[in-house]
């Protein structure tokens, strides 16, 4: 298993979001975790990386305990991170912006002309102010830099989120092709169609509590089952 969450409980002060959530990813595996807003599918994501460290439970990222360690050392084993908000600095360019994301792991490097190669329009943005991109823009540089991370494991939160339908399919497409190199995915997702088309298996959270787990396919085939858990 690359990443394996183990019945955790996280807290921000006294409010209890997340009751016992469990869940995994494996090697080369596209995980989608879906549910209404305010759920805990975001916070599942800071308990991974640990912004928000769960108070019990345990969380192994490819064999490594990483409950209780610090956000950067979680980073560098091989975690990418692609925010719901971008996280991109408005003052740097983008290719300052990329750098920050640089790490080297155990895992697949990546050079800037793959990332070119993927996104074929960020070459011509590399010197561009980065508050002036659109929000398809920044969605590449947010990927782009998760990936020249190293990552084993890429943590999506809404990457479809305010975006045209056309980038949409483009997000979904890269989540494909890291796929296909052995990478990892977790995959929050309001746009549960979008996700449930690219994922291999899916868990859908109700008040901080997975409720049902299953293969992605079988819940785009069951339209009474998907109706009642996603409303869609
Ligand atoms: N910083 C915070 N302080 C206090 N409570 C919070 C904070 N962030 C989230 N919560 C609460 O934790 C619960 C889970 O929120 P979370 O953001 O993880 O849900 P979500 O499923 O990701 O929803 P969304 O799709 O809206 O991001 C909610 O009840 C929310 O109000």
Same mark, same amino acid.
């Given at each position: ?6 019945? #955790?409980?996280?807290?921000?002060? @006294? ?37 928000? =460290? ?11 305990? #990483? ?20 996280? #991109? ?33 960020? @070459? ?26 190293? =990552? ?6 809404? =990457? ?20 296909? @190199?052995? #990478? ?30 299953? =293969? ?17």
């Amino acid at each position: 298993m690359m990443l394996q969450v183990d019945n #955790i409980q996280t807290y921000y002060g @006294e409010t209890q979001a997340l009751f016992g959530t469990s869940l995994s990813v494996g090697e080369g595996e596209v995980v989608a975790l879906l549910g209404a807003n305010g759920v805990g599918k975001t916070t599942t994501i800071r308990s991974i990386l640990g912004l928000t =460290p769960p108070q019990t439970g345990r969380i192994a990222f490819d064999g490594t305990d #990483i409950s209780s360690m610090q956000t950067h050392d979680i980073v560098n084993l091989g975690i990418g991170w692609v925010p719901d908000d971008r996280r #991109i600095f408005p003052t740097l360019k983008v290719d300052q912006n990329l750098a920050i994301g640089r790490r080297k792991s155990r895992f697949r490097s990546w050079s800037l002309d793959e990332m070119f190669e993927i996104f074929s329009a960020l @070459e011509h943005l590399m010197h561009r102010d980065s508050e002036n991109l659109s929000g398809g823009e920044m969605q590449m540089v947010a990927i782009s830099r998760a990936l020249l991370g190293s =990552p084993g494991l890429v943590l999506f939160d809404e =990457p479809s989120q305010g975006l045209a339908p056309k980038i949409v399919q483009d997000v979904m497409k890269t989540i494909r092709r890291l796929k296909a @190199e052995g #990478i990892s995915v977790l995959v929050v997702e309001q746009n549960a169609l979008a996700a449930l088309e690219v994922s291999d298996r899916v868990y859908v959270m109700a008040h901080g509590r997975i409720v049902h787990e299953g =293969p992605a396919q079988d819940l785009l085939n069951d339209d009474v089952l998907r109706e009642r858990l996603l409303g869609v």
